[in-house]
């Protein structure tokens, strides 16, 4: 028989052996409990540091992320509105070149 083949075999063998051993630990409290407190853990770390460096950008005066997506959605709105006025001018520069031509 082929030596990749026998390889192929043996390395089948051990993977689903493996699999399952692994997937019966991985759903066992023992691991599930520890992973997501450390999950949990890690999640508030990271919630803290982002108060504080939106805090530090506030104090030196910059603009955070909050501020600069509101900023950005009130320029999308104006930008909007704008649009809408200069179809509704250009509609109605076509109704008067229209009634000057009869």
Same mark, same amino acid.
């Given at each position: 028989?082929?030596? +990749?083949?026998? +390889?192929?075999?043996? =390395? *089948?063998?051990?993977? !689903?052996?493996?699999?399952?051993?692994? @997937?019966?630990?991985?759903?066992?409290?023992? $691991?599930?409990?520890?992973?997501?407190?450390? /999950?949990?853990? $890690? =999640?508030? %770390?990271?919630?803290? !540091? *982002?108060?504080?460096?939106?805090? +530090? +950008?506030?104090? $030196? !005066?910059?603009? %955070?992320?909050? *501020? &600069? @997506?509101?900023?950005?959605?009130?320029?999308? &709105?104006?930008?909007?509105?704008?649009?809408? /006025?200069?179809?509704? /001018?250009?509609? /109605?520069?076509?109704?008067?070149?229209?009634? %000057?031509?009869?």
């Amino acid at each position: 028989m082929d030596a +990749w083949a026998e +390889w192929k075999k043996s =390395f *089948d063998a051990w993977e !689903g052996a493996t699999a399952q051993y692994l @997937e019966h630990w991985l759903r066992s409290p023992l $691991v599930l409990l520890p992973a997501g407190a450390m /999950l949990t853990a $890690v =999640f508030k %770390t990271k919630a803290a !540091g *982002d108060q504080a460096l939106e805090a +530090w +950008w506030s104090l $030196v !005066g910059l603009p %955070t992320r909050r *501020d &600069q @997506e509101r900023s950005l959605h009130a320029l999308n &709105q104006l930008q909007s509105r704008i649009l809408d /006025l200069e179809e509704a /001018l250009a509609e /109605l520069k076509a109704r008067q070149g229209h009634g %000057t031509q009869r």
